[in-house]
């Protein structure tokens, strides 16, 4: 099983410009999550989705917008890159009212120049 | 404002010695406390949890420790052995506002041999 899969691993940007982090989980889960990590503040919630059709901010929101494509997949899209948002981000999905464990792709590096 | 905090920021623990890490919550109303361990190039994945209705839990070599009066809760790898060197995250959530994690800062460990 593939789990959870994103694209690209790696991009680099020049501020100003926009891309797409592609995000797609193989185990029908109904919650998807996008979190960015930074060298000592973990992992802050961007955007969650709480199943298909919905989405809502999460702690740092601003300078991204998402799309919940379908049940499997959930993109992240940055409309014109700046550089605090160079962070590893990663996405995960998660089937709410069982353990609440949250299973995490392998991220995206992420350098805006 | 981090919600969830961390302590320390990296630990160096000799080979069969106790690597202890500690985490501190303000909201009460958090009611799931997990570790995610991560390694380098990796996602986060899920170690091992502990809801507040008790004091601890142990899988294998890994122990939680929850003290709700103090909304302190930590984990213990007993006997380290170098596999363990990794990124652990503690974080929170709320199960009625979903599973949307808060995380700690994290902790870089190594083990020597």
């Known amino acids: 099983n593939a789990g959870v899969t994103q694209t690209p691993k790696f991009q680099v940007l020049k501020t100003g410009q926009s891309m797409t982090l592609q995000c797609a989980q193989d185990?029908?889960?109904?919650?998807m999550y996008w979190y960015r990590q930074d060298p000592g503040m973990g992992l802050r919630l961007i955007y969650y989705?709480?199943?298909?059709?919905?989405?809502d901010k999460g702690e740092v929101p601003n300078g991204y917008n998402v799309s919940r494509l379908n049940k499997r997949e959930f993109s992240l899209r940055l409309e014109s890159a700046a550089p605090s948002q160079t962070s590893v981000y990663f996405c995960?999905?998660?089937?709410?009212?069982?353990?609440?464990?949250?299973?995490f792709g392998e991220g995206s590096r992420l350098t805006v120049l | 404002q981090q919600q969830v905090k961390q302590s320390p920021q990296s630990l160096i623990v000799q080979k069969g010695g106790i690597s202890i890490i500690n985490c501190a919550y303000e909201?009460?109303?958090?009611?799931?406390f997990p570790w995610y361990q991560q390694f380098p190039g990796k996602g986060p994945a899920l170690l091992i949890a502990?809801?507040?209705?008790?004091s601890e839990k142990k899988e294998g070599r890994f122990t939680i420790s929850f003290n709700k009066s103090a909304k302190q809760f930590s984990l213990h790898i007993m006997d380290s052995q170098p596999g363990d060197s990794a990124t652990y995250f503690c974080?929170?959530?709320?199960?009625?506002?979903?599973?949307?994690?808060?995380f700690g800062g994290g902790t870089r460990v190594l083990v020597k041999p």
């Open positions: 995960a999905s998660s089937e709410p009212g069982r353990s609440g464990e949250l299973f």
């Open positions: 185990m029908n889960h109904n919650s």
């Open positions: 989705s709480a199943s298909e059709g919905t989405t």
């Open positions: 909201n009460t109303a958090f009611d799931y």
């Open positions: 502990i809801r507040p209705d008790v």
């Open positions: 974080a929170a959530s709320m199960e009625a506002a979903g599973n949307k994690l808060t």
